[in-house]
């Protein structure tokens, strides 16, 4: 796929971008390039190909399931300007 330069423009109009009238037939020739590759890859036959999340067959290290912090409840509640019944009261902002 070849990109003419009202393409390029009208792509960079959408964009919002700003490219110098000169730099138009650079854009066209990567773009393209890049859409033939894009239609390359797309006309691989991947019909037998199973999806993969990763391209490396890794597991996840998980962290031990245990409790590494004290219970603080009642140092912050001590300091908390509203508290009733270990909930913390703060005042009404929808009407």
Avoid: W
């Avoid at 796929?1 to 650079?26: F, G, P, Y």
């Avoid at 590759?37 to 962290?63: E, G």
């Avoid at 004290?70 to 009404?92: C, H, K, M, W």
């Amino acid at each position: 796929m070849n990109l003419q330069q009202s393409d390029i423009e009208k792509v960079a109009h959408l964009a919002r971008l700003k490219i110098e009238h000169e730099d138009i037939d650079t854009y066209a020739s990567n773009l393209s390039d890049i859409l033939n590759l894009v239609a390359q890859m797309d006309s691989v036959d991947t019909r037998d190909i199973t999806p993969m999340a990763h391209p490396l067959d890794l597991c996840q290290r998980l962290r031990s399931d245990c409790v590494d912090e004290t219970d603080q409840r009642e140092a912050f509640q001590s300091i908390a300007p509203a508290v009733e019944n270990g909930l913390y009261l703060v005042p009404q902002v929808i009407e």
